[in-house]
């Protein structure tokens, strides 16, 4: 049965920070609170790359035109904003950002 509630766990490279549920329709960055991490934001609106951590595990859906504060490079290194994406599923984050 898939009754497992989807969770992001957050690690600053392999230390464990905390776990939280997703929420629906609740950016990365809000449920990283939830599990009392905290990530720097500024814009809020995926501009300025500031609530840039790195995707270790899970999917989280990009929209099909990359905001502003990702590229193609970062993406493929992991690279997530957590201001403005949503997770699909349980993820593992790294709040070191890549590159
Ligand atoms: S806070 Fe600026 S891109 Fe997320």
Known sequence: MADETPV???FRGSRPLG????????PIVEIAELAG????????A???GTCLVRLVRGR???????PPGLDDDVVAEGGILTCCLYPT???DIDVIPPL
């Open 46 to 48: 995926g501009n300025c």
């Open 37 to 44: 991490v905290e990530i720097p934001t500024n814009c809020t």
């Open 19 to 26: 776990t939280a549920r997703i929420v629906p329709d609740t």
């Open 60 to 66: 989280v859906d990009l929209p099909e035109e990359l």
């Open 8 to 10: 992001i766990r957050f």
């Open 89 to 91: 599923g349980s993820c």
